[in-house]
Structures are given as C-alpha cells and as structure tokens.
C-alpha cells in the first residue's frame, strides 16, 4: 500500500508540475529589459532608428538618428544583454556622414560597418576590430544631390551576401548601386535606378529593400506606389535589371497599402512584407530562379485573431524559420506569429503591447532584428532605447 501511495502521490505531483509550467510552454517572448548605450550617462540616450548584429554575434551596432552618430555594443550570447562600448558621432574625430543615422549594417566578413546619414546625403564607413567591436571611420561617401550620380536620402542599405556591393533606397524615388573595396570598405558609384525611367513605375517614396540570400535578385518597397519591385542582379558588376513590378489591387495581390519594410525566410523561398496603412502582413512565395513573387495570403489587423497590428512596420522572420515578428508602430506592439515552412502562412499568436506582459519602453517600434540563434528579438523606436525579448 505504501508503494501505491507514493506512486500515487508522484503522478499526482507530476501532474501538478505540468499545470504549473504551461502558462510558461504558453508564452512566445519574454521582456528581457531596456537596454540602454550608457546606464551611468543619461545623456547620452538616442532616438534609435536601426540596429544591426555583427555575422559572429558578438556585438551589436545601432544607428542613433536623434544624435547622429553610431553606438556600439557588446552582446552576451546567453541573456542577449548588451554593454556599452563606444560611440562614433558624426563630427568628432573627423567622422562625416552621420547626419540622421537612419540604418546601419554589418559587411558579411565582418570588417566594416556602413550607416546612412539620413540629412548628409551619405553612407558612412568605419573599419571594425573583430575582436573588440570598435570603430575606426574609413570615409563618408558622398554624391551629388542632383544629376547621374544622385544618392539621395538614404532610407535603407544592404549588402549583397558576397560583400561586393552595397545597395540603397533613396528617398528621390531611387536605387543606387555601389561597389565596395572589401579590404579597405571604400565604395564607388556603380548605377542608380529611378522611377520613370527604363520602365520603373514602383519605386514612388521608396522605403525598404534587400537581397534573397543566393544574391540574384534585389527587393524594393514603394510606399507611395503600394508596389514591390523586382530586379535580377549581375554578380560580377552588381548592377541591375528589372524584373517585375508587383502591385496591389493587381492579379491579387492585397495588403500592400503603404507598403514599407521587407523580409525574407532563410531558404529564400517565401519573402514577407508590411502594409502600413493596411495594418498587415503579406506573404509572397518565391520563384528561386526566376526571382518573380506569387501572392499567397495577407493577415490583416482585425481579421480573425489578428490584432496589435496598426501601423506594421519592420518584421523579422527568426532564422530557425519557425516565427515571424513584427513591429506596430501605433500599436506600440510586437506581434508573434508561427510560420509553416512548406506554405509560409502565417498564424498569429500574441502580440506584446507597451504596458502590458511587463514590457516597458516600447514605444513607436520602427526596427527589429533577431540574432542569429533566433534566441533574441531587438527592437527600436521613438523610446531612445533598445528593447530585448527572449524565446522561452
């Protein structure tokens, strides 16, 4: 009888230990605290537009848009806390170019850094030590506002996967092709693409733009013409051709309304985009030779579960392909949801609203990142700080 209490008494427990822990199997994030550039120097907080993790995990680099300059941190790799490290801003030291730090990457070696300088009409580039995280300022790349060689406002940079070139979209309505010295990190105008010409017809305000992750083809947003474009990359010379132009209301493509930041699934096969003004995600699937986007479904704000979705802005698909998160600027949320990764359909599961769920500081969310281990999510807005979220 003793045997059988004490069986008993043990199942009853571990059925105890299974209801105590599910609410915890039921949370998606946790808050994982504001991580500010400087604990010890109040003043020195920044309107944090963008931030961006070096390939090795290590540190993390954000663009200050408020005080023009470039704030580095380093990374635990455990908690996804940061520390405090440096920051580069524009006019000490010589730097040049940081006027409006708006968006900043990482080059794929990891040897240098490129910011956009939003009100300076340039990118700047700084040499980084790979063990220290620091920066050395390379030079500011400058090109006239007006004629062939036009920059532009630079709204969005990325870097093709082989590092040969850097890739912007300008706020002229404009995608400007750049080649870049991979031991020195100097870039040299290579071509600007513009609405109207060749063809363009979508890159009206454009906003947003990356790279599939074979390199063989360029996405841009434009919000003003609610469109996605499509251009095949030449390898060699970086330049580009036009593909497509998808536009919403048109071969049933919805959800596009203000369209403004894009992401793509690891495999390259499915790319996801925000709807600003349409409150909404949507998926397109990816023919991985010829570039071209098939739509194939948009969750929308208000549909169904889907909420905390007003004002979608950036998302992020965790490199592990299993969730997607996005950023709801008037929401002040951080929407999950699961990913199929056969479909790429979407499932919404919770969303982490400023206030609630002890998430504090998120205000205005306009940029996110997830680290490469999709352990933790890093987000930026208005709130002069950056803020962290971990997977269970």
Same mark, same amino acid.
């Given at each position: 009888?003793?045997?059988?209490?004490?069986?008993?008494?043990?199942?009853?427990?571990?059925?105890?230990?299974?209801?105590?822990? *599910?609410?915890?199997?039921?949370?998606?994030?946790?808050?994982? !605290?504001?991580?500010?550039?400087?604990?010890?120097?109040?003043?020195?907080?920044?309107?944090?537009?963008?931030?961006?993790?070096?390939?090795?995990?290590?540190?993390?680099?954000?663009? !200050?848009?408020?005080?023009?300059?470039?704030?580095?941190?380093?990374?635990?790799? *455990?908690?996804?806390?940061?520390?405090?490290?440096?920051?580069?801003?524009?006019?000490?030291?010589?730097?040049?170019?940081?006027?409006?730090?708006?968006?900043?990457?990482?080059?794929?070696?990891?040897?240098?850094?490129?910011?956009?300088?939003?009100?300076?009409?340039?990118?700047?580039?700084?040499?980084?030590?790979?063990?220290?995280?620091?920066?050395?300022?390379?030079?500011?790349?400058?090109?006239?506002?007006? !004629?062939?060689?036009?920059?532009?406002?630079?709204?969005?940079?990325?870097?093709?996967?082989?590092?040969?070139?850097?890739?912007?979209?300008?706020?002229?309505?404009?995608?400007?092709?750049?080649?870049?010295?991979?031991?020195?990190?100097?870039?040299?105008?290579?071509?600007?693409?513009?609405?109207?010409?060749?063809?363009?017809?979508?890159?009206?305000?454009?906003?947003?733009?990356?790279?599939?992750?074979?390199?063989?083809?360029?996405?841009?947003?434009?919000?003003?013409?609610?469109?996605?474009?499509?251009? =095949?990359?030449?390898?060699?010379?970086?330049?580009?051709?036009?593909?497509?132009?998808? =536009?919403?209301?048109?071969?049933?493509?919805?959800?596009?309304?203000?369209?403004?930041?894009?992401?793509?699934?690891?495999? !390259?096969?499915?790319?996801?985009?925000?709807?600003?003004?349409?409150?909404?995600?949507?998926?397109?699937?990816?023919?991985?030779?010829?570039?071209?986007?098939?739509?194939?479904?948009?969750? =929308?704000?208000?549909?169904?579960?889907?909420?905390?979705?007003?004002?979608?802005?950036?998302?992020?698909?965790?490199?592990?392909?299993?969730?997607?998160?996005?950023?709801?600027?008037?929401?002040?949320?951080?929407?999950?949801?699961?990913?199929?990764?056969?479909?790429?359909?979407?499932?919404?599961? =919770?969303?982490?609203?400023?206030? *609630?769920?002890?998430?504090?500081?998120?205000?205005?969310?306009?940029?996110?990142?997830?680290?490469?281990?999709?352990?933790?999510?890093?987000?930026?807005?208005?709130?002069?700080?950056?803020?962290?979220?971990?997977?269970?």
């Amino acid at each position: 009888m003793k045997q059988v209490y004490l069986c008993t008494s043990l199942g009853l427990a571990f059925i105890a230990m299974l209801i105590g822990v *599910q609410p915890a199997l039921e949370e998606f994030l946790t808050f994982g !605290g504001i991580q500010k550039d400087d604990m010890n120097d109040p003043e020195r907080h920044d309107w944090i537009a963008a931030v961006a993790l070096s390939p090795d995990n290590r540190h993390v680099y954000a663009a !200050g848009y408020g005080r023009s300059g470039v704030i580095v941190f380093k990374r635990d790799p *455990q908690s996804g806390k940061l520390t405090f490290i440096e920051s580069q801003k524009n006019g000490v030291n010589q730097v040049d170019g940081l006027a409006g730090a708006l968006r900043i990457t990482v080059s794929p070696d990891g040897k240098h850094v490129y910011a956009a300088g939003y009100w300076d009409y340039a990118l700047a580039v700084f040499r980084r030590d790979m063990v220290t995280g620091k920066l050395s300022f390379v030079e500011s790349k400058k090109i006239e506002v007006s !004629g062939p060689n036009d920059l532009g406002r630079v709204r969005c940079l990325a870097l093709s996967p082989d590092g040969k070139h850097v890739y912007t979209a300008n706020n002229n309505d404009s995608v400007v092709v750049l080649k870049r010295d991979a031991l020195t990190g100097k870039l040299n105008f290579v071509e600007s693409h513009k609405k109207g010409a060749g063809g363009l017809e979508g890159l009206s305000d454009a906003y947003s733009l990356i790279l599939s992750p074979d390199g063989n083809q360029v996405y841009v947003t434009g919000a003003g013409d609610n469109t996605l474009t499509v251009f =095949k990359r030449d390898a060699d010379t970086g330049k580009l051709i036009l593909v497509e132009t998808v =536009k919403n209301k048109s071969n049933s493509v919805e959800g596009l309304e203000g369209s403004t930041y894009i992401t793509m699934s690891a495999d !390259g096969n499915y790319l996801y985009a925000t709807g600003f003004r349409a409150n909404a995600v949507v998926v397109f699937k990816r023919d991985t030779a010829t570039g071209k986007l098939t739509w194939v479904e948009a969750q =929308k704000n208000g549909i169904g579960a889907v909420t905390k979705l007003c004002g979608a802005t950036a998302l992020s698909v965790s490199p592990n392909g299993k969730r997607l998160y996005v950023a709801s600027e008037i929401d002040n949320a951080l929407a999950v949801f699961s990913r199929d990764g056969r479909t790429g359909k979407l499932v919404f599961k =919770k969303a982490y609203r400023n206030g *609630q769920d002890n998430v504090q500081g998120l205000f205005s969310p306009r940029f996110l990142t997830t680290s490469a281990d999709s352990r933790h999510i890093y987000v930026s807005g208005k709130s002069n700080n950056l803020i962290l979220f971990s997977t269970p």
